[in-house]
């Protein structure tokens, strides 16, 4: 069973910036895709970003793009969100997740197992 610990978060003035980390237990890390999803309160989970096994391929949501950047560093077993240009509106806890399978998803049912999140609070 792989763990996830995510880590990063924090408060940050609007236009600022944060770095979120991911970093994963386990051996199969680097044949698995990972992603990023984010939870406002009193909203459902929202997809932000996913990276396939090798980081070739990447997808980032529409309200993301131009301003956040999905990575890894298969050596290290951790995945990143560089989060720039941060907005009110980003305020949410952010999970990581991975699934069984070289390439990356939008569906949270596709991922298997989740860090316990980080908290990214962006104020006005």
């Known amino acids: 069973q792989v763990q996830l610990v995510e880590s990063g978060g924090g408060l940050v003035q609007a236009g600022g910036s944060l770095r979120l980390s991911c970093a994963a237990s386990?051996?199969?890390?680097?044949?698995?895709?990972m992603g990023w999803f984010r939870q406002a309160p009193g909203k459902e989970r929202e997809f932000v970003a996913t990276?396939?096994?090798?980081?070739?391929?990447?997808v980032l949501a529409d309200s993301v793009k131009g301003r956040f950047t999905i990575s890894r560093d298969n050596a290290k077993n951790t995945v990143y969100l560089q989060m720039n240009s941060l907005k009110p509106e980003d305020t949410a806890v952010y999970y990581c997740?991975?699934?069984?399978?070289?390439?990356?998803?939008?569906?949270?049912?596709?991922?298997?197992?989740w860090g316990q999140g980080t908290q990214v609070t962006v104020s006005s």
């Open positions: 386990g051996r199969t890390f680097s044949r698995n895709a």
């Open positions: 997740a991975i699934r069984t399978g070289y390439s990356g998803s939008l569906y949270y049912t596709d991922y298997g197992s």
């Open positions: 990276i396939n096994w090798s980081g070739g391929s990447t």
